[in-house]
């Protein structure tokens, strides 16, 4: 899944919880790959913080 996170900081954690607890995905290996094109609020640190905590984030900051 490709995510565009631009001052999202409200919601990648809360997209993160709906994904990982939707039942039918759970028989697929996914990756969840955010692209945060230059956020000035917090959407890079706690992206980043999901990314320490589960392999199937990807974090790209341009």
Excluded: H, W
């Excluded at 996914?30 to 094109?37: G, K, Q, S």
């Amino acid at each position: 899944m490709i995510v565009l996170v631009f001052n999202e900081q409200r919601c990648p954690l809360c997209f993160y919880q709906t994904v990982s607890d939707f039942q039918p995905l759970s028989q697929y290996e996914i990756e969840i790959i955010c692209i945060n094109d230059g956020s000035r609020d917090k959407t890079s640190d706690i992206t980043g913080a999901l990314l320490l905590s589960d392999p199937i984030v990807t974090l790209i900051n341009c």
